[in-house]
């Protein structure tokens, strides 16, 4: 090439579109003057500023919804602050809210950007599980996904196919109800994971008819006495867990009770440390004690719980109106229940029973009082009553359960808790004194297999005491808000249809569960679990969702493949079994590892939302400080461009509409129409609409536009003055402050917080009051393991990022007694296998002397991405299959399926294994 | 040599006898827009539909340019690459392109963006953006969160060089060869050895796309070495 050549073919070239047309620059400012450039400091001379500064927040269910400022310059999100914008407390003696965080949020600005992010839709190219991907647009996967889905909804009914949700959605409302809706216009199964991860308060729900009897945080200063039982606050709650130390500062007893040394543990009043698994048998030696000593609040056992009421001794079973000669025979007595009445001297019935036992009757329970009036039940004593059987001896629940608690007492149970005596009978009698006394409980209790026993234990001994509806006392989950916004949404137009199955079940049914429960545990037990499971679906109280199979997965908001408890079963036996898994999700873990199409969602400071956590008195509004990241979309985006395929689909193949049988009830469901139906013919066009219909719709949230809310971050919700969801105009449920206030009865078969449950499967297996239960051992399997929530992630969110990695060993790790290990010659360091029956997995020793002997602890949530062989302690937990026959009891009030309010658990904590030493990796250790 | 630049900046260079060191002017600056355009386009994603994927074409323009730059530049590894590669098949050329630099189950395989193979992101990344800013270089919205995608930043080169090509004076000139000089150095070479490194991992790196990464790395390297060599003396008269 000449020089004449060469300049010609430049000029051309860099005239040519190759040059001029930019393909990511959005314009280059002709006019601006070009600055002087001679070293890169030059760069640094302008003050760096923002573009915006947005409010967000981290839509993660780890209750914190703290309020955020997010900083954006060119499109970028650099860093976050706390906003510390709260308006004081929540009344004038209470510490404040602000400000709120912890390390995670932190660290979300740079975590958004990480190779973990799924910015594409992919798809699977190789084997399952063998990591080979091609980005494919969103139409052809939409496309592909469509086809499949009006294929097995077609062939084996829409049932067939499930979108599984999580704690990714369970805060944001807005995401949460899209879902709601479209499950509720195609009839998808929706496999409910608040029983699934073994959350669900089921013996809170036994004892009053309800889960979500939380408060705010500023309650646990409002206590004098607080019991900080299966929960670690000082680790999972870092936004609140000043408030504890507050409260122990002004006077508060703040006693922990854990089988390891927390760092809530080390910082409380007291630490009371018994055997893992014996939790029970401590909670009915307190309930001992403080019925010995007398200090129970009779009046309020009297009219608020069922201790007054009448029990037959010839068959342990409530006296009813139906074995009374005198109104039996009138069926608008059914469910009267009696007491016997000190100043009469008579049989009465109880004030507020009687109600339709089937269904519950809610409506009639609002006008009906449990005042007692003139009235004084006896709690103690044993009376001769006539009935349609004859003459029968009676006693009352008061009775029964102080000769109950008496086989618990402090010295009985000292050989299974390891608690002395005087230990005890000391936390019992502070909680006594205590007014009012409060247990602040983590959810660890509902994920074992007994947890509903020591739940009701707790609630009695908050009962005796008169804690229960008070501010500062009672029970301490999570609230909820009142459906009415999420509901009304999801059946905007087409009425409920939904089908809503526990995790739980679910998985037994598709994951051969009881071969588990046969292999691990033996055939009677298999055999007993599956035929009171059998037998609950057989009578209608519990659905059949599962007969038609799954075929077809949809995940969104979880990792549905991490927290599974028999996760390694359940990968083999039901998730790879499927015919297609359609995983939505920001990040990369085990779960879109698996699947066939993996779809990008946005991250937190990528989407709008409105979170409800009822741990502050305020909404947390999450706004969009960015664009999604690549081609991520929100859930409400995800499902419309699904939903939109499927009805262009259904169009193009003509496939017509059909009648859907749920639950006996007839459904016109349309494919063609589905995605009209999900946008409400084109009224609702994004998230951000979904969210002013929230705000509208829902009770207690001012009412305002979303883009008001999100000038503001937060706002304070309506009747939350006081530290306790009392009020009836709050967006959360009240109904057990109501009933102690207003003396309605509770939605409890008896009307009352029932601690005494006579149904037969209750009487069969002696749970008629909470007993304590060995934990379930494995022969040969010595080490109790145990789990719970971590500092350094929520969940298995943030668990890889690589700084957060650096605060702890950078690996998965274990804590285990250095008498244990010291036996299997291990040292701090090592990477051990810890196995049971079921499998293994590898994972980095961490002794400690917090831990006791024969228990291993690991902070859960280490996806298996994280582990050798990709098996976490999934592969090793063996209890997924263990359906407690209790939990799925029906035709008895209040027992029997109810959605987010009582389902089996899945059980996670009740098992054995065992470890050795797999690889030295400690130097400095002698071999 | 300013601090971070990268230790490749000084490595031997064969220089085009067609450009005379020194005479570092219009041609070797339209040259040099040419190749970071060029490079920028190969190394784009196909999933965008702003980019042309007549890739023969890409590469035989870039083997053209190779004969108008002011340093020797071999790409026949490039052009063998490509004679196995059937640009018709659009479908191959994302599954290879996105199955190296886009997607994956631990990230993709061969990141392209600068904060997932460097470790001290957020400054660098910081400082991308003042360099943008400082050039009045803005990035369409779309493309906002990765302004350290390789593309991107060979993109910017482009219009530096671009701009240099035409520059009026002898400050404005002196000011976007300092910058690319600079750019380059901290914000390109520093990274591709792990890119390089990731790639020597990979089993696709003899594909056609990881022989474009390869001849990036290697006209990088004579890249910088030549601006160092065609700038050092105008540059440290001028400060």
Same mark, same amino acid.
């Given at each position: 090439?000449?020089?004449?050549? =060469?300049?010609?073919?430049?000029?051309?070239?860099?005239?040519?579109?190759?040059?001029?047309?930019?393909?990511?620059?959005?314009?280059?400012?002709?006019?601006?003057? $070009?600055?002087?450039? =001679?070293?890169?400091?030059?760069?640094?001379?302008?003050?760096?500023?923002?573009?915006?500064?947005?409010?967000?927040?981290?839509?993660?269910?780890?209750?914190?919804?703290?309020? !955020?400022? *997010?900083?954006?310059?060119?499109?970028?999100?650099?860093?976050?602050?706390?906003?510390?914008?709260?308006?004081?407390?929540?009344?004038?003696?209470?510490?404040?809210?602000?400000?709120?965080?912890?390390?995670?949020?932190?660290?979300?600005?740079?975590?958004?950007?990480?190779?973990?992010?799924?910015?594409?839709?992919?798809?699977?190219?190789?084997?399952?599980?063998?990591?080979?991907?091609?980005?494919?647009?969103?139409?052809?996967?939409?496309?592909?996904?469509?086809?499949?889905?009006?294929?097995?909804?077609?062939?084996?009914?829409?049932?067939?196919?499930?979108?599984?949700?999580?704690?990714?959605?369970?805060?944001?409302?807005?995401?949460?109800? $899209?879902?709601?809706?479209? $499950?509720?216009?195609?009839?998808?199964?929706?496999?409910?994971?608040?029983?699934?991860?073994?959350?669900?308060?089921?013996?809170?729900?036994?004892?009053?008819?309800?889960?979500?009897?939380?408060?705010?945080?500023?309650?646990?200063?409002?206590?004098?006495?607080?019991?900080?039982?299966?929960?670690?606050?000082?680790?999972?709650?870092?936004?609140?867990?000043?408030?504890?130390?507050?409260?122990?500062?002004?006077?508060?007893?703040?006693?922990?009770?854990?089988?390891?040394?927390?760092?809530?543990?080390?910082?409380?009043?007291?630490?009371?440390?018994?055997?893992?698994?014996?939790?029970?048998?401590?909670?009915?030696?307190?309930?001992?004690?403080?019925?010995?000593?007398?200090?129970?609040?009779?009046?309020?056992?009297?009219?608020?719980?069922?201790?007054?009421?009448?029990? =037959?001794?010839?068959?342990?079973?409530?006296?009813?109106?139906?074995?009374?000669?005198?109104?039996?025979?009138?069926?608008?007595?059914?469910?009267?229940?009696?007491?016997?009445?000190?100043?009469?001297?008579?049989?009465?019935?109880?004030?507020?029973?009687?109600?339709?036992?089937?269904?519950?009757?809610?409506?009639?329970?609002?006008?009906?009082?449990?005042?007692?009036?003139?009235?004084?039940?006896?709690?103690?004593?044993?009376?001769?009553?006539?009935?349609?059987?004859?003459?029968?001896?009676?006693?009352?629940?008061?009775?029964?359960?102080?000769?109950?608690?008496?086989?618990?007492?402090?010295?009985?149970?000292?050989? &299974?808790?390891?608690?002395?005596?005087?230990?005890?009978?000391?936390?019992?009698?502070?909680?006594?004194?205590?007014?009012?006394?409060?247990?602040?409980?983590?959810?660890?209790?509902?994920?074992?297999?007994?947890?509903?026993?020591?739940?009701?234990?707790?609630?009695?001994?908050?009962?005796?005491?008169?804690?229960?509806?008070?501010?500062?006392?009672?029970?301490?989950?999570?609230?909820?808000?009142?459906?009415?916004?999420?509901?009304?949404?999801?059946?905007?137009?087409?009425?409920?249809?939904?089908?809503?199955?526990?995790?739980?079940?679910?998985?037994?049914?598709?994951?051969?569960?009881?071969?588990?429960?046969?292999?691990?545990?033996?055939?009677?037990?298999?055999?007993?679990?599956?035929?009171?499971?059998?037998?609950?679906?057989?009578?209608?109280?519990?659905?059949?969702?599962?007969?038609?199979?799954?075929?077809?997965?949809?995940?969104?908001?979880?990792?549905?493949?991490?927290?599974?408890?028999?996760?390694?079963?359940?990968?083999?036996?039901?998730?790879?079994?499927?015919?297609?898994?359609?995983?939505?999700?920001?990040?990369?873990?085990?779960?879109?590892?698996?699947?066939?199409?993996?779809?990008? &969602?946005?991250?937190?400071?990528?989407?709008?939302?409105?979170?409800?956590?009822?741990?502050?008195?305020?909404?947390?509004?999450?706004?969009?400080?960015?664009?999604?990241?690549?081609?991520?979309?929100?859930?409400?985006?995800?499902?419309?461009? &699904?939903?939109?395929?499927?009805?262009?689909?259904?169009?193009?193949?003509?496939?017509?509409?059909?009648?859907?049988?749920?639950?006996?009830?007839?459904?016109?469901?349309?494919?063609?129409?589905?995605?009209?139906?999900?946008?409400?013919?084109?009224? &609702?066009?994004?998230?951000?609409?979904?969210?002013?219909?929230?705000?509208?719709?829902?009770?207690?949230?001012?009412?305002?536009?979303?883009?008001?809310?999100?000038?503001?971050?937060? *706002?304070?919700?309506?009747?939350?003055?006081?530290?306790?969801?009392?009020?009836?105009?709050?967006?959360?449920?009240?109904?057990? !402050?109501?009933?102690?206030?207003?003396?309605?009865?509770?939605?409890?078969?008896?009307?009352?917080?029932?601690?005494?449950?006579?149904?037969?499967?209750?009487?069969?297996?002696?749970?008629?009051?909470?007993?304590?239960?060995?934990?379930?051992?494995?022969?040969?399997?010595?080490?109790?393991?145990?789990?719970?929530?971590?500092?350094?992630?929520?969940?298995?969110?943030?668990?890889?990022?690589?700084?957060?990695?650096?605060?702890?060993?950078?690996?998965?790790?274990?804590?285990?007694?250095?008498?244990?290990?010291?036996?299997?010659?291990?040292?701090?360091?090592?990477?051990?296998?810890?196995?049971?029956?079921?499998?293994?997995?590898?994972?980095?020793?961490?002794?400690?002397?917090?831990?006791?002997?024969?228990?291993? !602890?690991?902070?859960?949530?280490?996806?298996?991405?994280?582990?050798?062989?990709?098996?976490?302690?999934?592969?090793?937990?063996?209890?997924?299959?263990?359906?407690?026959?209790?939990?799925? $009891?029906?035709?008895?009030?209040?027992?029997?399926?109810?959605?987010?309010?009582?389902?089996?658990?899945?059980?996670?904590?009740?098992?054995?294994?065992? !470890?050795?030493?797999?690889?030295?990796?400690?130097?400095?250790?002698?071999? | 040599?300013?601090?971070?630049?990268?230790?490749?900046?000084?490595?031997?260079?064969?220089?085009?006898?067609?450009?005379?060191?020194?005479?570092?002017?219009?041609?070797?600056?339209?040259?040099?827009?040419?190749?970071?355009?060029?490079?920028?386009?190969?190394?784009?994603?196909?999933?965008?539909?702003?980019?042309?994927?007549?890739?023969?074409?890409?590469?035989?323009?870039?083997?053209?340019?190779?004969?108008?730059?002011?340093?020797?530049?071999?790409?026949?590894?490039?052009?063998?690459?490509?004679?196995?590669?059937?640009?018709?098949?659009?479908?191959?050329?994302?599954?290879?392109?996105?199955?190296?630099?886009?997607?994956?189950?631990?990230?993709?395989?061969?990141?392209?963006?600068?904060?997932?193979?460097?470790?001290?992101?957020?400054?660098?990344?910081?400082?991308?953006?003042? /360099?943008?800013?400082?050039?009045?270089?803005?990035?369409?919205?779309? /493309?906002?969160?990765?302004?350290?995608?390789?593309?991107?930043?060979?993109?910017?080169?482009?219009?530096?060089?671009?701009?240099?090509?035409?520059?009026?004076?002898?400050?404005?000139?002196?000011?976007?060869?300092?910058?690319?000089?600079?750019?380059?150095?901290?914000?390109?070479?520093?990274?591709?050895?792990?890119?390089?490194?990731?790639?020597?991992?990979?089993?696709?790196?003899?594909?056609?796309?990881?022989?474009?990464?390869?001849?990036?790395?290697? /006209?990088?390297?004579?890249?910088?070495?030549?601006?160092?060599?065609?700038?050092?003396?105008?540059?440290?008269?001028?400060?």
């Amino acid at each position: 090439m000449n020089a004449i050549d =060469r300049r010609a073919f430049l000029a051309a070239a860099t005239a040519s579109a190759l040059v001029t047309n930019l393909k990511y620059a959005a314009a280059q400012d002709a006019g601006k003057p $070009a600055q002087a450039y =001679r070293r890169f400091e030059d760069l640094y001379r302008n003050k760096w500023t923002w573009d915006r500064v947005s409010r967000g927040t981290h839509g993660t269910n780890c209750a914190g919804t703290c309020a !955020f400022n *997010v900083f954006i310059k060119n499109g970028v999100v650099w860093r976050e602050e706390q906003q510390a914008m709260y308006d004081g407390h929540a009344d004038s003696d209470t510490p404040d809210y602000g400000p709120r965080g912890c390390q995670k949020g932190l660290r979300h600005a740079k975590y958004m950007y990480g190779k973990q992010r799924i910015l594409y839709p992919m798809k699977r190219v190789g084997k399952r599980g063998e990591g080979k991907w091609e980005r494919v647009t969103w139409d052809q996967a939409a496309r592909e996904i469509a086809d499949k889905f009006l294929d097995v909804s077609a062939e084996s009914g829409p049932q067939a196919i499930s979108w599984g949700s999580g704690t990714q959605m369970s805060v944001k409302v807005a995401s949460y109800s $899209a879902l709601a809706r479209f $499950a509720n216009i195609s009839g998808v199964t929706v496999p409910e994971f608040y029983s699934g991860v073994g959350d669900l308060p089921t013996g809170v729900y036994m004892t009053v008819g309800q889960v979500y009897l939380g408060d705010v945080m500023a309650s646990v200063y409002k206590s004098k006495c607080v019991l900080v039982w299966m929960a670690n606050p000082a680790v999972t709650r870092i936004p609140d867990a000043h408030f504890f130390w507050e409260a122990k500062y002004n006077g508060t007893d703040v006693i922990a009770i854990s089988p390891e040394f927390t760092p809530t543990a080390m910082h409380s009043s007291m630490w009371v440390n018994p055997k893992p698994g014996t939790d029970t048998a401590l909670a009915m030696s307190m309930v001992h004690t403080i019925l010995e000593d007398k200090t129970y609040n009779a009046p309020y056992i009297k009219e608020q719980t069922d201790m007054p009421f009448l029990v =037959r001794k010839d068959t342990g079973r409530f006296l009813l109106g139906t074995d009374m000669s005198i109104v039996g025979k009138l069926a608008v007595d059914e469910n009267v229940f009696y007491i016997w009445d000190q100043k009469t001297n008579k049989v009465v019935q109880a004030p507020g029973t009687g109600m339709a036992e089937k269904p519950m009757n809610r409506e009639r329970r609002k006008y009906e009082s449990i005042a007692l009036g003139n009235l004084d039940p006896a709690l103690e004593g044993t009376w001769k009553v006539d009935t349609l059987d004859g003459e029968i001896e009676v006693t009352t629940v008061f009775e029964i359960l102080k000769k109950h608690a008496a086989e618990h007492s402090p010295e009985k149970t000292q050989s &299974i808790t390891g608690v002395h005596p005087s230990v005890v009978k000391n936390v019992a009698r502070k909680f006594a004194a205590a007014k009012p006394g409060m247990i602040y409980s983590g959810y660890a209790s509902c994920k074992w297999l007994n947890g509903d026993m020591l739940q009701r234990a707790m609630m009695m001994l908050l009962a005796l005491t008169g804690s229960t509806g008070q501010e500062g006392g009672g029970i301490q989950f999570a609230n909820a808000p009142k459906a009415g916004g999420m509901l009304a949404f999801a059946f905007a137009d087409v009425g409920p249809a939904t089908r809503i199955v526990s995790a739980t079940t679910w998985d037994y049914d598709h994951g051969k569960m009881k071969d588990l429960n046969e292999q691990v545990y033996g055939k009677e037990l298999a055999e007993r679990c599956d035929a009171k499971y059998k037998e609950s679906v057989r009578e209608a109280y519990f659905p059949k969702y599962h007969e038609k199979g799954w075929r077809m997965g949809f995940f969104m908001g979880n990792n549905g493949a991490n927290w599974r408890a028999s996760g390694k079963k359940w990968r083999e036996d039901a998730f790879e079994k499927l015919e297609m898994i359609v995983a939505l999700a920001p990040d990369m873990g085990v779960t879109p590892f698996y699947a066939d199409y993996v779809l990008p &969602i946005a991250h937190h400071y990528e989407r709008a939302d409105i979170m409800f956590q009822s741990r502050t008195p305020y909404i947390q509004i999450l706004d969009s400080a960015v664009p999604p990241l690549g081609e991520a979309v929100d859930d409400w985006d995800a499902i419309y461009i &699904i939903s939109k395929a499927i009805s262009a689909r259904a169009k193009e193949r003509n496939i017509k509409s059909f009648f859907d049988d749920v639950d006996g009830r007839s459904v016109h469901r349309d494919p063609q129409r589905y995605h009209d139906l999900y946008t409400m013919d084109g009224r &609702i066009r994004s998230v951000r609409d979904v969210i002013q219909f929230i705000i509208n719709t829902t009770p207690g949230v001012p009412k305002m536009s979303f883009a008001e809310m999100a000038k503001k971050g937060i *706002v304070r919700v309506d009747d939350s003055d006081i530290a306790a969801w009392n009020g009836d105009n709050s967006p959360y449920h009240n109904d057990v !402050f109501r009933c102690v206030r207003d003396k309605r009865p509770y939605e409890t078969l008896t009307g009352r917080q029932q601690y005494y449950v006579d149904h037969p499967w209750f009487l069969e297996d002696g749970e008629q009051l909470p007993s304590h239960r060995a934990p379930m051992r494995i022969p040969g399997y010595p080490m109790q393991f145990m789990m719970g929530h971590a500092r350094h992630g929520i969940h298995s969110m943030w668990r890889d990022d690589h700084l957060l990695l650096q605060l702890q060993r950078g690996e998965p790790d274990i804590y285990i007694n250095p008498k244990d290990a010291a036996a299997r010659g291990v040292e701090d360091g090592d990477l051990v296998r810890v196995f049971s029956p079921l499998g293994e997995f590898f994972v980095n020793a961490h002794l400690s002397n917090g831990i006791q002997p024969n228990m291993l !602890f690991m902070y859960h949530g280490w996806d298996p991405m994280m582990f050798k062989n990709r098996q976490n302690f999934g592969a090793v937990i063996t209890t997924a299959g263990l359906i407690k026959p209790t939990s799925v $009891a029906g035709d008895y009030g209040h027992l029997g399926y109810r959605v987010l309010a009582f389902a089996p658990n899945q059980t996670y904590k009740d098992f054995t294994c065992d !470890f050795e030493l797999a690889e030295r990796r400690n130097q400095s250790a002698k071999t | 040599m300013a601090p971070g630049m990268a230790n490749t900046s000084h490595a031997p260079v064969v220089l085009n006898p067609l450009t005379p060191i020194g005479l570092r002017d219009a041609d070797s600056a339209r040259a040099r827009t040419l190749a970071y355009a060029l490079f920028s386009n190969l190394l784009a994603s196909p999933f965008d539909a702003k980019v042309s994927y007549a890739l023969h074409d890409l590469v035989q323009q870039l083997a053209d340019t190779t004969h108008v730059l002011p340093f020797t530049f071999d790409l026949s590894d490039v052009e063998d690459a490509a004679k196995a590669f059937d640009d018709a098949d659009m479908g191959l050329i994302r599954r290879q392109y996105s199955g190296l630099f886009e997607v994956g189950s631990d990230g993709p395989p061969v990141p392209l963006r600068a904060e997932l193979v460097r470790t001290n992101e957020s400054v660098a990344k910081e400082e991308i953006i003042r /360099f943008y800013e400082h050039f009045n270089y803005a990035l369409n919205p779309s /493309f906002q969160w990765a302004p350290d995608h390789l593309s991107i930043l060979l993109e910017f080169v482009q219009t530096l060089a671009h701009q240099e090509s035409a520059a009026a004076d002898a400050r404005a000139l002196l000011s976007l060869q300092l910058a690319q000089r600079d750019f380059v150095a901290r914000h390109i070479a520093d990274w591709m050895p792990g890119v390089m490194d990731r790639l020597s991992r990979n089993a696709q790196q003899s594909s056609f796309f990881g022989a474009v990464v390869t001849a990036l790395n290697r /006209f990088i390297r004579a890249d910088l070495a030549w601006q160092n060599q065609s700038l050092d003396a105008s540059v440290e008269g001028a400060r």
